[in-house]
T-cell receptor, first 117, second 107 residues
């Protein structure tokens, strides 16, 4: 089955700890994205990557870091510098034909709900 | 910067009624997409309409696009309780999403 997976589904973290959220896709998509969603809110872009070994900051990158060492994987680390990390995190991917106008149809993972205790 | 803005923020209807939600955007686009999100889940792509199309159908979904007004609408006909979800629009000109329209369909 082709798709995009995120793990874990629920994650609890103590304040001051870094935590890494996993995102894997087997759709052979070039571009991958991380979004944050707070209750009753839209999706805010954290980071995105158009190609392996390259990524760009989104609107709310502070306190987060990413890597893109493999086409299939785009892990997100929520660092202790992120002041309010409790949220629902969504990963997405899309086929990208180039850097200009990169977004085609996005395929989303099921999300990871992070709670900081 | 935010591109798609959905309206209304919330919509409550009875089963069998039609639901219409709207989307406005700011810059020129090549395509516009509608997505659905059930509570606590990821977004699911519903339909994509290209800038040279004015209307598109998919099952009970009908999407229109007016590029002169920079707006789109999503119509769900004969709604069902299972249509209860949040609906988002997005364009190829931006990587952001608005707050969506929360649709509640009561039996």
């Amino acid at each position: 089955d082709g798709g995009i997976t995120q793990s874990p589904k629920y994650l609890f973290r103590k304040e001051g700890q870094n935590v890494t959220l996993s995102c894997e896709q087997n759709l052979n998509h070039d571009a991958m994205y991380w979004y944050r969603q707070d209750p009753g809110q839209g999706l805010r872009l954290i980071y995105y990557s158009q190609i392996v070994n390259d990524f760009q900051k989104g609107d709310i990158a502070e306190g987060y870091s990413v890597s893109r060492e493999k086409k299939e994987s785009f892990p997100l680390t929520v660092t202790s510098a992120q002041k309010n990390p409790t949220a629902f995190y969504l990963c997405a991917s899309t086929y990208s034909s180039g850097r200009a106008r990169p977004r085609g149809t996005q395929y989303f993972g099921p999300g990871t709900r992070l709670t900081v205790l | 910067s935010q591109q798609g803005e959905e309206d209304p923020q919330a919509l409550s209807i009875q089963e069998g009624e039609n639901a219409t939600m709207n989307c406005s955007y700011k810059t020129s686009i090549n395509n516009l997409q509608w997505y659905r999100q059930n509570s606590g889940r990821g977004l699911v792509h519903l339909i994509l309409i290209r800038s040279n199309e004015r209307e598109k159908h998919s099952g009970r979904l009908r999407v229109t696009l007016d590029t002169s007004k920079k707006s789109s609408s999503l119509l769900i006909t004969a709604s069902r309780a299972a249509d209860t979800a949040s609906y988002f629009c997005a364009t190829d000109a931006s990587l952001t999403f608005g707050k969506g329209t929360m649709l509640l369909v009561s039996p």
